[in-house]
């Protein structure tokens, strides 16, 4: 036998929930554990026969193969029933159940508790699955999906609570399809009261007993009755709705005979006291469940009851309700709401200045004071555009704004001031503190914060299309960061908090604390804000706060930048720490003059602090210490966009004001796996089609943000091992005209960069592999022992193939992408010329390298460059301009003065060679013209130029750049000569000659010299 248990006085939702399992299992019967509902106890009085009903006196527990329990996850919700779940022979217990907060105790083998309004939705889900991947659907009947259908609708008030979920509507959409009854839903979701409940309702509000506490109403009665009343949850939502409280606790206190459940008892039977208590809440905070447990009640966080025996009603009543106070949250107070420090003028200021100063910050109002910093009154955008509109942009502000107004204290709970401006149609109030102006409260101020109490009450797991804010990352920071580490963040906030200020994480550390899947985090960089006011030395409080912090940690290193009021700790190989970079600024908003200029900074708040970030993923922050620690600040929806996988930038001028932010969206985009949210791809694209920076850099002659920063966004990219995927967004989105007006990404440029790549790939290889050689070589080895291994190592490179391995595995890969032959690319290696092969066919050791040479060189070993791989790609990007802008554009990226010298000349060395190259048939004539070049040029003027002259330049550096002659100037002195300009001919000669295969030992050498130059 597989039963389905409903809890105790089962309602429609279990009722429901145990009907469709049984559809889903045939055969099961439902056990109703307790008695149930007044309404479904009259729903069942006229439908039992169409459901498979057992009474538990009915069942045998050895034949129980399996139980189900749903919407209930506790034994004590079971009554007697319990006990069947300690039976040995069970094959399976399972849990179905939407009560997240509930604690279970039931030795369940599946378990499925999920977020939705209503345990029947979770049912209704599988049969609706089962029924769209059935070769033959078949339709429940009209009673099945009519219960299920009651069940939804009852415990989501009819997709009303603000537990109900999409779920819950797509699942009650599909029971409508499948036939469930309007007609009898209409009845029994919303029934009457009856008279006896009615007169309980007069009798409930005369004797209602209520208090207000932090600007909420609680309220709680008892009710004495001579017997147990069915339905006064039925009552207690009506008083509640009558009465407009926003807590409810409604006990009902009756006689209790054991002979009322035992009619073989004919002996009169102990009378008790029971006592029933439903909860009611509306309260954000409270939890109605976890109050009513010890007494061994439950339910929902919002609406729960109990029912216990042989206690003091009104003791009890009371003693709950006082528990219940005590759960309500402190609401939050003008001090957390307010923006603070204030944008503020004088009366006298002109209101042409006024409406300069909103424009600038992006106020739709401003607090004007006088000359001793008190509040004189307040003018609005609105007033201004007034003003301004009748001509009056030179008339002070006090003709215009408004003196009379109301205040409050930064100790002002939220709902007073929520009435107030509800009352006095107010959109914004100042915040006095012994009469000086300290903060503003806004409309929006209130709205949001309202908004956040929902998205909490809703719970993480909520299906929201709006934005959730804010939920505690506490224990998930402190879980996922070192303790050194979470120790130091604990003393930075206490040091914040015991000086009046506010601490908070921002950016980019909470943007991958939340991305992050690992139980670790390694976070190497951290951003603090400190929303605070300024010190005496007008640094700030960031630069206060680190300066205190880093007496307590002497080992790390102090950067001032009181500038922009930020400090920075930095530990190095800390023990604890590691390579650490700690960066603590004051809050700050920030103004751009122009287009691409470097911001101007001001002291602000934490809100304007995140708004002036570039992306709302970065504009993330967790409160650090009291109040209210370990919240998530998000203002601007960005955990949405994390959760959406998409950059979005915070408002339609941002790339206008910072063109860096366009690499940033594309970096963020390339390494994050995201997109680049449609919109925000419009803005950028329209930044670039405006043409404004080049039209600044004429008007302003430079552009800031296209200089060292546009240069520092670049080196970030093209550094990164995804530099491919990202310089293709950039070329998509035209974004390199950043650099230029007439660069873009098209196949030639494409080409020399994939060139270049494979460049500096087979060097780096090569460098990778000799390492590796030389790093195998044991550690306790003699000096001697360690030159003879050497010195084979070398013997054996000599004897191989003149062919670099590297050009090879190059060329396959060339082969591989292209489909070209296997010269057709600037790794080829080229023929000789037909002069030279003929000569050396005639030689039988003219192969160079000569095995045994007493002085042995490296073989196709490539040159060093001295310079970073992303720098070579950018010289790459510029020297595809124009040659009358590479240097411009160079100098205006800053880049090192040996770079700027070297794309200046680049196009005359491009000429040379393209004069010269032809004419070497000779290794020594290709080193003699090549050696004068450095290396970043050669390779520049390589991926220019046509495969001819690649194959030239890359047969130079990969077998002849590191051949030296065989003998040097110590040996020419040692042979008599005298040192002199001579020395450089005789060694040209020498190295020439090795190059041409003409010098075979030190010898040949020696007599060589002898010949053409003879000592006299």
């Known amino acids: 036998m597989d039963l389905v248990l409903c809890h105790t006085t089962a309602d429609f939702d279990a009722l429901g929930a145990a009907v469709g399992l049984c559809v889903l299992r045939p055969g099961s019967r439902i056990v109703l554990t307790g008695g149930c509902h007044p309404t479904v106890r009259d729903f069942l009085a006229l439908h039992r026969d169409e459901y498979p009903l057992i009474e538990r006196r009915s069942v045998n527990p050895q034949q129980i193969r399996s139980i189900s329990i749903v919407d209930a996850s506790g034994r004590d919700r079971l009554g007697k029933a319990a006990e069947w779940l300690d039976l040995p022979h069970l094959s399976e217990i399972a849990v179905f159940d939407h009560h997240l907060e509930a604690h279970s105790d039931i030795p369940a083998t599946f378990t499925q508790i999920e977020a939705v309004g209503a345990s029947t939705t979770l049912i209704v889900e599988k049969l609706k699955n089962q029924a769209e991947n059935s070769d033959t659907p078949s339709r429940l009947l009209p009673s ?23 779920r819950d509507a797509i699942a009650l959409a599909w029971l409508m399809e499948q036939g469930a009854s309007l007609r009898v839903i209409a009845e029994y979701v919303e029934p009457g009261l009856s008279p006896q409940l009615q007169d309980l309702l007069r009798e409930a509000l005369n004797n209602l007993r209520s208090e207000t506490l932090h600007g909420y109403s609680v309220a709680w009665v008892l009710l004495s009755t001579e017997s147990y009343v069915p339905g006064l949850s039925s009552l207690a939502s009506r008083l509640l709705d009558l009465t407009e409280t926003d807590a409810l606790l409604l006990g009902n206190v009756y006689k209790f005979s054991e002979n009322e459940n035992n009619r073989n008892i004919d002996r009169e039977s102990p009378v008790s006291n029971r006592l029933t208590i439903i909860g009611r809440s509306r309260i954000e905070g409270t939890n109605l469940s976890e109050l009513f447990k010890p007494f061994g009640g439950g339910g929902h966080a919002r609406a729960a009851s109990l029912a216990t025996r042989d206690v003091d009603p009104l003791l009890t009543l009371n003693q709950l309700a006082d528990e219940l106070k005590a759960q309500i949250p402190h609401p939050p107070t003008a001090r957390e709401l307010m923006s603070s420090p204030v944008r503020s003028i004088r009366p006298e200021t002109s209101v042409g200045e006024a409406h300069r100063i909103l424009l600038r910050y992006g ?83 209130v709205l949001r914060e309202l908004h956040q109490q929902k998205a909490r009450d809703r719970g993480s797991n909520a299906e929201l299309s709006y934005c959730v804010m804010p939920e505690s990352v ?20 206490n040091i914040a908090q015991n000086r009046g200020w506010q601490l908070y994480i921002v950016g980019g550390a909470v943007r991958d604390l939340l991305l992050a899947t690992d139980d670790t985090l390694a976070l190497t960089d951290i951003d603090l804000v400190v929303d605070g006011k300024c010190g005496s030395d007008d640094s700030g409080a960031g630069v206060e706060l680190a300066s205190s912090l880093q007496k307590l940690y002497p080992d ?25 970079w700690v960066d603590i600024a004051t809050a700050r908003t920030e103004f751009y003059p122009y287009p691409a200029a470097n911001p101007e900074v001001e002291a602000s708040s934490i809100r304007q602090d995140l708004y002036r970030r570039d992306f709302t993923i970065n504009a993330l922050a967790v409160r650090l210490g009291a109040p209210r620690s370990g919240e998530l600040l998000d203002f601007f929806c960005g955990l949405l966009d994390l959760e959406s996988k998409q950059i979005r930038v915070l408002h339609a001028n941002s790339f206008i004001e910072d063109p860096t932010r366009i690499y940033r969206a594309v970096r963020f985009a390339v390494r994050l ?70 660069l873009e990404l098209d196949r030639e440029l494409w080409r020399q960069l994939r060139l270049l790549d494979r460049c500096l790939n087979g060097r780096r290889k090569k460098e990778e592999g000799r390492r590796k050689k030389e790093e195998g070589s044991s550690a306790t080895d003699s000096v001697t022992d360690v ?12 004897g191989s193939s003149a062919t670099d391995s590297v050009t090879d595995s190059v060329t396959d890969v060339r082969k591989k992408e292209e489909g070209s032959s296997a010269t057709d690319s600037v790794t080829g290696v080229s023929p000789m010329s037909v002069g030279r092969r003929k000569k050396e066919e005639g030689r039988d050791n003219s192969q160079f390298p000569i095995p045994n040479f007493q002085f042995p060189i490296s073989n196709s070993q490539f040159p060093i460059i001295n310079i970073p791989d992303w720098q070579m790609r950018l010289e790459v990007l510029i020297a595809y301009l124009a040659p009358e802008y590479r240097g411009k554009v160079a100098a205006n990226l800053q880049l090192p003065a040996d770079s700027i010298k070297r794309l200046e000349v680049l196009e005359a060395g491009k000429n040379q060679l393209a004069e010269n190259l032809p004419k070497c048939e000779l290794p020594s004539q290709l080193v003699l013209l090549l050696r004068n070049y450095e290396l970043p040029v050669l390779i520049a003027i390589a991926l ?16 002849w750049a590191n051949v030296e002659p065989p003998l040097n100037g110590n040996d020419l002195k040692a042979l008599g000569y005298k040192p002199g300009p001579g020395f450089k001919r005789m060694l040209d000669d020498l190295l020439a000659a090795r190059l041409d295969g003409d010098l075979g030992d030190r010898a040949a050498a020696i007599s060589f010299l002898a010949q053409r130059y003879p000592q006299t």
Not at 479 to 488: N, P, V, Y
Not at 559 to 580: C, E, I, R
Not at 787 to 798: L, T
Not at 945 to 956: N, V
């Open 556 to 580: 790390s290193r102090l950067d001032v930048h009181g500038q922009f009021q930020t400090a920075a700790l930095l530990w190095h190989k800390d023990s604890a720490f590691g390579s650490l």
């Open 944 to 959: 220019q130029s046509p495969r001819s002259a690649r194959r030239q330049i890359w047969e130079y550096l990969t077998k």
């Open 363 to 445: 106020h739709s109002g401003l607090s004007v004071v006088d000359a001793d910093n008190r509040l004189a009154g307040i003018i609005s955008r609105r007033d201004i555009d007034i003003a301004l509109h009748h001509g009056f942009s030179h008339a002070p502000v006090k003709g215009y704004m408004s003196p009379q107004l109301k205040t409050i204290a930064p100790d002002t709970l939220l709902p007073e001031i929520e009435s107030l401006m509800v009352t006095y149609d107010i959109g914004r109030l100042p915040v006095l503190e012994n009469g000086q102006l300290v903060g503003i409260v806004t409309r929006t101020d």
């Open 787 to 798: 030159r003879k291994k050497e010195e084979g190592r070398r013997k054996k490179e000599e």
């Open 474 to 493: 506490e224990q998930l920071l402190r879980s996922r960061i070192s303790a050194e580490l979470w120790q130091l963040l604990s003393i930075t906030a």
């Open 673 to 742: 796996g995201f997109e680049i949210e449609p919109q925000t791809e419009g803005y950028i694209r329209n930044a670039l089609a405006s043409g404004i920076y080049y039209r600044i850099q004429g008007e302003n002659g430079r552009a800031p943000a296209l200089e060292t920063r546009l240069k520092s966004e670049l080196k970030y990219i093209l550094q990164a091992p995804y530099w491919k995927v990202a310089l293709q967004m950039l070329g998509d989105l035209q974004a390199l005209r950043c650099i230029h007006p007439t």
């Open 144 to 166: 099945e999906a009519t219960v299920m259908a009651l069940g939804i609708h009852v415990d989501t008030g009819s997709l009303t609570f603000e537990g109900a979920t999409a």
